[in-house]
């Protein structure tokens, strides 16, 4: 069973920076694409950014499309992602998970209900 452990997290100005990082365990974690998602109170959790698993190929939702940037280490089994330019709306917990029926970042990588554990979060505030 993979599981997650995201860190990273942490209260920010805006326009203020963060890298987030998850550490899979529990599979074949090079074998796997990996997703972000981010959920705020009363809120969907929505896909952030997805990366295959060579990391040559990478997928950003709308809004932080410029700003943040995901990548990988498949010999640390982690997965990263880089948030700049941070704004208030970007306020959210954040998860990542592995997609492990698929190698490369599919509509269903991005569905966050098509995932069955998950990690407890990391915690990303941005005010001022």
């Known amino acids: 069973q993979v599981q997650v452990v995201e860190s990273g997290g942490g209260s920010v100005q805006p326009g203020g920076a963060l890298r987030l990082s998850c550490v899979v365990s529990?599979?074949?974690?090079?074998?796997?694409?990996m997703a972000w998602f981010r959920q705020v109170p009363a809120k969907e959790r929505e896909f952030v950014a997805g990366?295959?698993?060579?990391?040559?190929?990478?997928s950003y939702a709308d809004p932080v499309k410029g700003r943040f940037t995901i990548s990988r280490d498949n010999a640390k089994n982690t997965v990263y992602l880089q948030m700049n330019s941070l704004k208030p709306e970007d306020t959210a917990d954040y998860y990542c998970?592995?997609?492990?029926?698929?190698?490369?970042?599919?509509?269903?990588?991005?569905?966050?209900?098509?995932?069955?554990?998950w990690g407890e979060g990391t915690r990303v505030t941005v005010s001022a």
């Open positions: 529990g599979g074949t974690f090079g074998n796997y694409a």
């Open positions: 998970n592995a997609h492990i029926r698929s190698r490369i970042v599919i509509p269903e990588t991005k569905q966050p209900e098509k995932y069955n554990n």
């Open positions: 990366i295959s698993w060579t990391g040559v190929s990478m």
